[in-house]
């Protein structure tokens, strides 16, 4: 399933109110005007499309937006939830045989459980299933990754577009040696455009890069669980063993809660069977 992931926005939110409180605070509400220069804003934004439209290709730019979409939505990945999943579809397998597990199907939202269930119903050996599974789980972080290098050039590339205003802002102010007075100005205007590039790589471009990267990683951990998940039913493993299997993946946290889980449902049980 899924959600908004606030964190990104309220990260994002909480870096600008910083850099606004550093400001205010040493020159007052009024000095946060003298941080915006429209001229500033326009050499680092409109130099770092220019320097992407360079780097890629109009179809990877298109990504884009879809992309930066992803950074502000997370995915409930349940791995505990996952392994009781496939303790039920084992169990299932093996009363009634794979062909039941079709009808279970229904109840399934993840598209790659289904081909992985659909592909051991079908008879496919499991060692074709890893190969046809795992091939797709490298199209997946391929296609992740094209789509991240977006990011990752932008937060490259803002920092040096502000360095090529701070060295325009530089010449402009050389030119200009015989009126002193309008050096400081010149000077502060032409450092702007490395404080818009910095700030943009290091607030907004590199760690959404970084948590689309993160997300990534995560997905390829719950994808290589289910093909182990699919592998253990297709192959009539007893449950039991196929959930310690499965138990493997889990941490020693979740691992603990999972062993009172168990507890708590043995004395029930037993306090019913009383």
């Known amino acids: 399933m899924t959600k908004k992931d606030l964190f990104t926005p309220i990260g994002i939110t909480i870096g600008f109110m910083m850099v606004i409180f550093g400001i205010a605070s040493n020159s007052g509400i009024g000095g946060v005007a003298s941080f915006l220069q429209a001229s500033s804003i326009i050499i680092v934004l409109g130099g770092l499309m220019a320097a992407l439209l360079v780097h890629f290709n109009i179809s990877e730019m298109k990504l884009t937006f879809r992309v930066t979409k992803e950074a502000f939505k997370k995915t409930d990945m349940d791995l505990k939830q996952l392994i009781t999943l496939f303790v039920q579809l084992s169990e299932k397998a093996r009363r009634e045989g794979l062909l039941a597990l079709e009808a279970e199907l229904e109840e399934v939202e993840d598209p790659f459980i289904k081909k992985g269930i659909l592909l051991a119903v079908d008879g496919i050996e499991p060692e074709v299933i890893h ?10 972080e391929e296609r992740h990754q094209r789509g991240r290098a977006i990011l990752e050039k932008a ?4 920092p040096a577009w502000g360095m090529i205003g701070t060295l325009i802002g530089l010449v402009l102010m050389l030119q200009s040696l015989t009126s002193p ?8 205007v032409a450092l702007l455009t490395t404080f818009y590039g910095t700030l943009l790589a290091n607030l907004v471009f590199l760690p959404m890069a970084g948590k689309l990267e993160n997300k990534t990683e ?4 719950m994808k ?4 182990e998940g699919v592998i253990g039913v297709q192959s009539g493993q ?3 063993i196929l959930e310690e299997k499965l138990s493997a993946f889990l941490s020693e946290e979740d691992k603990q809660l999972v062993e009172e889980e168990k507890q708590e449902e043995s004395l029930g049980e037993a306090a019913n069977e009383a």
């Open 181 to 188: 007075e309008t050096l400081g100005p010149k000077m502060a």
């Open 224 to 227: 290589q669980v289910i093909i």
């Open 155 to 158: 937060g490259e590339y803002a």
């Open 218 to 221: 995560q997905e390829i951990f």
């Open 238 to 240: 007893n449950p039991k």
């Open 131 to 140: 190969d046809i599974m795992n091939a797709e789980i490298v199209a997946v």
